[in-house]
């Protein structure tokens, strides 16, 4: 039987001459992968919303491998993401940890909204503090909750000389040596975490943390998500050559 | 274990290499090929031997050609202050086949593509920017319209502006002979982007 989705294209592949292979992911069924007939001919219907990053409603035909992608309707084209090549590379960037990080055909409906969220904040132009609250709250709705109350070896409250290490999060000082990948985390760049995890995810926009915490931040989640990386992702050397901040 | 006799089971595998032939259609032309005449097979295998020795990339702008430098490059008639970037050799002979375009062509070979990790330096990007010498005035963007050839375009774009030559691109249009309540909203609204004066 056929269902309806509501998703974002995450990812397109071409598929013989004139079809593509969507991953669209939804706020119902999480990650679909499914193939679009005729999506990249010129007068086809799927030919718009099956572009990247486009949010959109599909009809979906359950398939075994692949479903069937046929009926389609765009909610939002997101078109300024794909318009301007530093949008293009972070919204890339972020389907790619998506990807990377989801399942398919299992459910994180707070994903989902982070996604649109984070996307439409983008579009504004503030992709370098969108792009962190989608790392960090990615990690804390998959259950990779950076921990940011205690040590996570011997579980003390810590609150001044912050350490972090990427194995799970803030670690005391005589813990540190237990630890790999452990830098120190500045009290600013740490109010801003708990904040970008703890609030309503509409509320991140009134956050305008400075360049100095927002450069600690990314450098501690790459990190962070390296270490849950099997390999590398494709994404991140483009995003570097072509981003200005 | 194969169904098939050892070299028509190579025949089947070797074909099965090339784009849009799946196994099925592997086996209908192998069957095909061994039922044609000796000499039919052998003029098919030399003529793929030949295309790939006497084929190979103008030094100059990418296309495949036989000559070094290529019938575009060597052709003195051809305008030399304005060049067309493209993406893949086939799309050369489709602005060909407009009679629109007299100037000189530069092949990229592929379109960025952040999410299957081709990027700038996997272009030939440092080709094109090495041939934009002070003869050059337009440099015109024909990568294909979809976010990989858009994203090349606007790269390319960037480095060349700088340069004080000219930048141009494609226009987005309607397709020709369409029903505008048909055409989507994506391609509607780029049209309407792109109006022009009448
Ligand atoms: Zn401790
Ligand atoms: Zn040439």
Redesign the interface.
């Given at each position: 039987m056929s269902y309806r989705v509501e998703g974002i294209v995450i990812?397109?592949r071409n598929l013989?001459?004139a079809d593509r292979i969507v991953t669209v992911f939804t706020a119902t069924h999480g990650k679909l992968r499914a193939t679009a007939r005729g999506a990249r001919r010129?007068?086809n219907?799927l030919?718009?919303?099956t572009?990247?990053?486009t949010h959109g409603r599909y009809l979906i035909f359950p398939g075994k491998e692949l479903h069937n992608l046929s009926q389609a309707e765009?909610v939002q084209?997101n078109?300024q993401l794909?318009?301007?090549?530093e949008m293009?590379?972070y919204a890339?960037?972020l389907?790619?940890l998506l990807d990377r990080f989801v399942d398919e055909e299992l459910p994180v409906p707070d994903v989902f909204l982070l996604l649109t969220t984070v996307f439409a904040l983008g579009s504004q132009g503030r992709f370098p503090l969108a792009a962190r609250a989608f790392e960090v709250r990615l990690m804390h709705a998959l259950g990779y909750s950076p921990q940011l109350y205690h040590c996570i070896g011997c579980g003390e409250a810590v609150t001044d000389n912050l350490l972090f290490t990427a194995e799970g999060g803030l670690v005391c000082r005589s813990c540190s040596s237990d630890y790999t990948n452990v830098m120190p985390l500045s009290n600013g760049t740490w109010e801003l975490m708990k904040r970008l995890i703890e609030w309503d995810v509409n509320r991140i926009g009134i956050l305008h943390p400075t360049p100095g915490a927002l450069a600690e931040l990314k450098a501690l989640m790459r990190k962070y998500i390296d270490f849950r990386l099997d390999y590398p992702l494709?994404?991140l050397?483009?995003?570097e050559?072509?981003k200005s901040d | 274990m194969s169904r098939y006799p050892k070299p028509m089971a190579r025949l089947i595998e070797e074909l099965t290499r090339l784009p849009?032939v799946g196994p099925k259609t592997a086996q209908r032309l192998s069957y095909f090929m061994i039922g044609m005449s000796e000499e039919e097979v052998h003029n098919l295998a030399t003529a793929i031997l030949e295309a790939k020795q006497r084929i190979k990339f103008c030094s100059q702008c990418f296309q495949l050609t036989e000559e070094d430098p290529c019938p575009f490059c060597s052709d003195d008639r051809r305008d030399r202050t304005i060049i067309c970037v493209v993406e893949e050799p086939r799309d050369v002979l489709a602005i060909e086949r407009t009679k629109e375009f007299h100037g000189l062509y530069h092949v990229l070979h592929g379109a960025?593509s952040?999410?299957?990790?081709i990027?700038?330096e996997d272009l030939r990007i440092t080709e094109l920017m090495s041939r934009l010498g002070p003869e050059v005035k337009e440099v015109l963007l024909a990568t294909d319209p979809?976010?990989e050839g858009?994203?090349t375009a606007?790269?390319l774009a960037?480095l060349i502006k700088p340069l004080g030559i000219r930048v141009t691109r494609m226009a987005h249009g309607m397709?020709v002979g369409?029903d505008l309540e048909?055409v989507?909203?994506?391609?509607l609204?780029k049209a309407l982007e792109g109006r022009r004066e009448l």
């Open positions: 990812r397109v013989g001459e010129i007068r219907r030919l718009s919303p572009q990247i990053f765009i084209s078109q794909r318009d301007d090549l293009m590379a890339s960037y389907c790619e494709k994404s050397d483009f995003l050559t072509i | 849009g960025i952040p999410l299957e990790g990027g700038p979809n976010v858009e994203a606007m790269y960037r397709p369409s048909y989507d909203e994506v391609t609204g």
